[in-house]
């Protein structure tokens, strides 16, 4: 069993212990006993069913069958869609973020969540990408006017 629950990490957390043991609300210790074999009872097992509903308990328990429950595979999909989407959605306000902001994105990423951004913070985000893009614009009319005001001018002959 705890080379599916080592498969089960994989799946949650890139491999990563520490994260899963996170995840699940326990040690990193007590994780790496489970990993190990030893006092691998009824409460780990239930509190990862309860946790993942999407683990097939038959495979996790007996190793029959496949990881994830058939079913709930096409929901998997579809919410990584959707999560991917949504980070894809935020992405272009990359370029106005805070460094700090910039770090709870990436954070996030890292650790397959969303980002906490409240609505007042998007729709500050929206106000700063405009207001970039204003300046842009204004810039690159002046520019466009003095360029061609200096082509327009006459250069003496020789």
Same mark, same amino acid.
């Given at each position: 069993?705890?080379?599916?629950?080592?498969?089960?990490?994989?799946?949650?957390?890139?491999?990563?212990?520490?994260?899963?043991?996170?995840?699940?609300?326990?040690?990193?210790?007590?994780?790496? %006993?489970?990993?190990?074999?030893?006092?691998?009872?009824?409460?780990?097992?239930?509190?990862?069913?309860?946790?993942?509903?999407?683990?097939?308990?038959?495979?996790?328990?007996?190793?029959?069958?496949?990881?994830?429950?058939?079913?709930?595979?096409?929901?998997?999909?579809?919410?990584?869609?959707?999560?991917?989407?949504?980070?894809?959605?935020?992405?272009?306000?990359?370029?106005?973020?805070?460094?700090?902001?910039?770090?709870?994105?990436?954070?996030?990423?890292?650790?397959?969540?969303?980002?906490?951004?409240?609505?007042?913070?998007?729709?500050?985000? %929206?106000?700063?990408?405009?207001?970039?893009?204003?300046?842009?614009?204004?810039?690159?009319?002046?520019?466009?006017? %003095?360029?061609?005001?200096?082509?327009?001018?006459?250069?003496?002959?020789?």
């Amino acid at each position: 069993m705890n080379e599916r629950l080592l498969e089960i990490i994989r799946y949650k957390t890139g491999g990563k212990q520490n994260a899963f043991a996170g995840l699940m609300g326990w040690s990193p210790q007590y994780l790496a %006993k489970l990993v190990k074999g030893d006092n691998f009872g009824l409460q780990p097992v239930l509190a990862i069913l309860s946790a993942f509903p999407e683990i097939n308990a038959r495979w996790f328990l007996f190793g029959q069958g496949s990881m994830l429950e058939v079913g709930m595979m096409f929901d998997l999909q579809k919410q990584a869609m959707s999560h991917i989407q949504s980070l894809l959605d935020l992405e272009k306000y990359i370029p106005v973020m805070t460094g700090e902001e910039i770090r709870e994105f990436e954070y996030a990423i890292k650790n397959s969540r969303y980002p906490n951004f409240t609505p007042d913070t998007l729709s500050d985000f %929206k106000k700063r990408l405009t207001d970039r893009t204003d300046r842009i614009n204004t810039i690159f009319t002046q520019a466009t006017a %003095k360029s061609d005001s200096l082509c327009k001018q006459r250069t003496p002959r020789e």
